[in-house]
């Protein structure tokens, strides 16, 4: 849910607001986390779709939404919206047969039932918005994030 939040929600996330949105700095941003199956390792990834004079304020930006997430968490009003559109998400996607096909070949695999999803709903409804930021500060450390940028930078005056 810390993602969905920040991110993860599409359109509505704080990265959307505060990046596309309020200050005009991308055409696209939003936010990733993904927690493997068989694995114990998982990913968070962000990204932007940007004009190159836009970089260092889109990066200090960034570090801003993340920090604020961080620092000051999540409004219980945020939440219940990212729950909301999670779930919406969840039902949408089990109306596509191919999604529920994919899923079903996956779930023989990892002997799984849809019976997991229900669980895993009625826990996202559990989550409270101090536990949403209390997973975001313990599992995304800004000082290992990794930043890539790829573009034509050479091209154009990137502003600082």
């Known amino acids: 849910?810390?993602?969905?939040?920040?991110?993860?929600?599409?359109?509505?996330?704080?990265?959307?607001?505060?990046?596309?949105?309020?200050?005009?700095?991308?055409?696209?941003?939003?936010?990733?986390?993904?927690?493997?199956?068989?694995?114990?390792?998982?990913?968070?990834?962000?990204?932007?779709?940007?004009?190159?004079?836009?970089?260092?304020?889109?990066?200090?930006?960034?570090?801003?939404?993340?920090?604020?997430?961080?620092?000051?968490?999540?409004?219980?009003d945020e939440l219940k919206a990212a729950k909301s559109g999670w779930l919406q998400g969840r039902q949408v996607s089990r109306g596509r047969d191919s999604r529920v096909a994919g899923t079903l070949a996956n779930y023989l695999f990892y002997n799984r039932t849809f019976s997991w999803d229900t669980e895993l709903e009625k826990k996202v409804e559990a989550v409270t918005a101090v536990q949403a930021a209390a997973a975001l500060r313990k599992y995304i450390d800004p000082a290992k994030l990794t930043v890539v940028t790829a573009g034509s930078f050479a091209t154009a005056a990137v502003a600082k």
């Not at 200050?23 to 190159?52: H, M, R, W």
Request: aromatic letters at 10%; hydrophobic letters at 40%.
């Open 1 to 76: 849910m810390a993602n969905y939040m920040l991110g993860g929600g599409s359109l509505k996330s704080r990265l959307a607001d505060r990046i596309r949105q309020k200050d005009g700095l991308s055409y696209g941003v939003g936010s990733q986390f993904e927690a493997n199956v068989l694995d114990k390792a998982g990913s968070f990834t962000a990204y932007a779709i940007f004009a190159p004079q836009n970089l260092a304020r889109l990066e200090a930006d960034f570090k801003e939404e993340l920090e604020k997430a961080r620092n000051d968490g999540f409004t219980d």
